[in-house]
Nanobody, 127 residues
Framework: QVQLVESGGGSMQAGGSLRLSCVAS?????????MAWFRQAPGKEREGVAA???????AYTDSVEGRFTVSRDNAKNTLYLQMNSLKAEDTALYYC????????????????????WGQGTQVTVSS
């Protein structure tokens, strides 16, 4: 059974940086799957933030392009999200996610594409 556990969240002043991590356990074929980060702020819908394919290609939502970087270490079954130049509007619960199937890189920031989800890690940015 695949389990995803996020860490690295916290409170930060605007302009600061944080790095989130997501470890996938029970995932023998981790390297074959795309992975993604989502976030959900109070009263808002879950939003796709960044995704990375098994071949390393990446996708970002417009609001984080140039500030966030998604990466992965397949040897450690770990996904990362480096967040720089944080803004108050980045405040949210951040989740990592993995689909139940390998395949085409289509709509990588769409939540319906993903099956496994972590419990989330809170990021709070004060202005």
């Amino acid at each position: 059974q695949v389990q995803l556990v996020e860490s690295g969240g916290g409170s930060m002043q605007a302009g600061g940086s944080l790095r989130l991590s997501c470890v996938a356990s029970g995932d023998t074929y981790y390297s074959l799957y795309s992975m993604a980060w989502f976030r959900q702020a109070p009263g808002k819908e879950r939003e796709g933030v960044a995704a990375i394919g098994p071949d390393g290609r990446t996708a970002y939502t417009d609001s984080v392009e140039g500030r966030f970087t998604v990466s992965r270490d397949n040897a450690k079954n770990t996904l990362y999200l480096q967040m720089n130049s944080l803004k108050a509007e980045d405040t949210a619960l951040y989740y990592c996610a993995r689909p139940s199937y390998t395949g085409a890189w289509d709509e990588p920031l769409t939540a319906a594409r993903y099956f496994y989800w972590g419990q989330g890690t809170q990021v709070t940015v004060s202005s």
